[in-house]
């Protein structure tokens, strides 16, 4: 397993990322640290949350994934060994988005303390926010970067048009400029990214850590009837894709699995990672037996004619 240049920053990490969306959600603090070391040990060091998870769950409030990972860096003694990206710009418990420079300031110190660091290695903004200039949101980035408590910034959820204008504002003012995109992107959904986002995150060097890479756990290929989507709390989201195409994913993802000895859920992780324009997936797992289909994937080469199986089976066009 090699480390991958965390697009034009000198931030190396492992091609996969650990989604913390499931701390303090799916998985109790308990169970996080066990999910947490078993990820450390087996080489990885890219961690992924934001300042909003998990404020879906009735009791939350927001916060509880960084809580939990920063109580995890501390009680083991592990900051300097991983790499941590949150996010901010998700208003816990509204529907406004917020790039504004006060809220963004207030936010980071937040995220800081939750998180039991005095720097954040990558930033991103969570959303966009039509209502701020762009220019304002990317000057309090570059304060941040500069007093030392950001390293990099990212962007995620934007759109193609506005990424754009915002790496091309921050470049005709020198101010900080986003580095990494975060999108969604999986073998099941796949024209967005690669018609709107891929030409611009490989144009400008976008490091790419992409989200929903398992399409919710449709992609392990543990979900194929009605039946099964009482299996977790995500489940009764499979059956949208319950058709014609969804299936011939599964079908093919099962035929190259079988080649490798690996699960769907590994091949569908290695067909991302063997992407050009893909840094480190995001993936999360409850369990470590799940862990181990993260591992595998990390380890698969696919070679061409398995790559065009996979592509022939998922293609949009």
């Not at 397993?1 to 034009?8: N, P, S």
């Not at 921050?170 to 967005?192: H, M, S, V």
């Not at 891929?198 to 449709?218: C, M, R």
Request: proline share 3%.
């Amino acid at each position: 397993m090699e480390k991958r240049k965390l697009g034009q920053t000198d931030l190396q990490v492992y091609p996969i990322t650990f989604g913390g969306n499931v701390f303090g959600w799916t998985i109790d603090q308990q169970q996080s640290f066990k999910i947490l070391d078993g990820f450390l040990e087996a080489g990885f060091n890219f961690i992924d949350t934001a300042d909003s998870y998990s404020h879906w769950v009735a009791e939350n409030k927001g916060g509880e994934s960084e809580t939990i990972i920063g109580n995890w860096m501390q009680d083991r003694g592990v900051r300097d060994q991983v790499i941590i990206s949150t996010k901010v710009g998700s208003v816990v418990k509204t529907d406004r988005k917020s790039l504004a420079p006060q809220y963004i300031t207030q936010c980071v110190e937040d995220s800081l303390r939750r998180l039991k660091t005095d720097y954040i290695d990558l930033y991103q903004s969570h959303f966009d926010d039509l209502s701020t200039p762009i220019t304002d949101t990317l000057e309090t980035y570059d304060k941040l970067i500069k007093a030392g408590k950001v390293r990099w910034i990212g962007a995620s959820n934007f759109s193609g048009e506005r990424l754009l204008e915002s790496l091309e504002l921050a470049e005709k003012n020198g101010l900080a400029k986003y580095r990494t995109f975060q999108p969604e992107y999986n073998l099941y959904k796949r024209e967005q990214y690669e018609k709107e986002y891929e030409p611009i995150v490989l144009d400008h060097q976008l490091g790419v850590l992409n989200y929903y890479a398992l399409a919710s756990g449709f992609l392990t290929g543990k979900y194929r009837s009605e039946a099964d989507l009482g299996k977790s709390k995500r489940g009764g989201g499979m059956k949208a894709f319950f058709n014609d195409r969804g299936f011939r994913i599964l079908k093919a993802l099962d035929e190259v699995a079988e080649q490798y000895n690996a699960n769907p859920a590994s091949i569908a992780l290695a067909w991302l990672i063997a992407r050009p324009s893909v840094t480190a997936p995001i993936a999360s797992v409850t369990s470590l037996d799940q862990l181990d289909d993260l591992i595998k994937a990390a380890s698969i080469k696919l070679n061409t004619e398995d790559i065009a199986i996979l592509d022939e089976a998922s293609n949009w066009k």
